[in-house]
Structures are given as structure tokens and as C-alpha cells.
């Protein structure tokens, strides 16, 4: 029996008289496709398909071109508190199916808007 989560391919192989065929299951892990969720703090939520070897950079890309209130490069996408990069692959950062990675947009300034003497 296979256990859930696993491919099986059959390979067949002679035998050392070369006249019986027998078949030899091996086993390939599972799941080359991965599903990643953006969640950004306005409650959007975007979804995409892509392979376990496959750089983020297209998922921000693809996050960017769904959300188009955002501008390209204006946010931070984070993942279990971590910065990506666009370099960085779900591989690497041992993502599983499912996995949700965070999206903040870049907050500038905020300090002057008050009187020095409200800050000191």
C-alpha cells in the first residue's frame, strides 16, 4: 500500500535470465505544485499555483498584478515573520501546500505631524 500523499510509478526490469519482466514500485514525493495565499491587512486575499523550486518573485508579481490599488514595490511580503525575497523559493524555505504569506504596505513618516513638545 502507498501511503496518502505519495506518487507511485511502476518500473519494470528484467530479470538477471532476462526473460521475466518483474515491477518495482518507487516512490517520488509528493506534491511538485505548491497552492501560497497573500494575505494582505485590507482582508484581500490572492492565490497562486506554482512549483516548490519556482522563485517568489512571481507570486509578488502575480500579487501586484491582481491588487492593482497596490504599486509595484510599495509592501513587504513576509512569511513566519521573515522578509522574502524575490529569489528566495518555496523549497528553501520548506513551504508546505497551503501556507500563507503576509503582505504590508510600507508605512512612511508619521513623526511630523505632532509638535516637538508632544514627543519630548
Known amino acids: 500500500m502507498i501511503p496518502a500523499g505519495k506518487l507511485a510509478a511502476v518500473k519494470v526490469e528484467k530479470d538477471y535470465d532476462g526473460t521475466k519482466p518483474s515491477p518495482r514500485v518507487t516512490e517520488k514525493p509528493a506534491g511538485e505544485h505548491i497552492t501560497l495565499k497573500v494575505q494582505d491587512t485590507s482582508g484581500r486575499a490572492v492565490y497562486r499555483l506554482m512549483r516548490r523550486t519556482e522563485q517568489l518573485q512571481s507570486l509578488m508579481d502575480h500579487y501586484y498584478d491582481t491588487v492593482r490599488s497596490v504599486q509595484r514595490g510599495t ?8 522578509r522574502l525575497r524575490g529569489s528566495h523559493t518555496p523549497a528553501e524555505l520548506e513551504m508546505q501546500d497551503g501556507d500563507e504569506v503576509d503582505f504590508f504596505s510600507e508605512m512612511i513618516g508619521g513623526a511630523g505631524l505632532f509638535p516637538p513638545s508632544v514627543l519630548a
Open 75 to 82: 509592501g513587504r511580503f513576509l512569511y513566519d515573520g521573515r
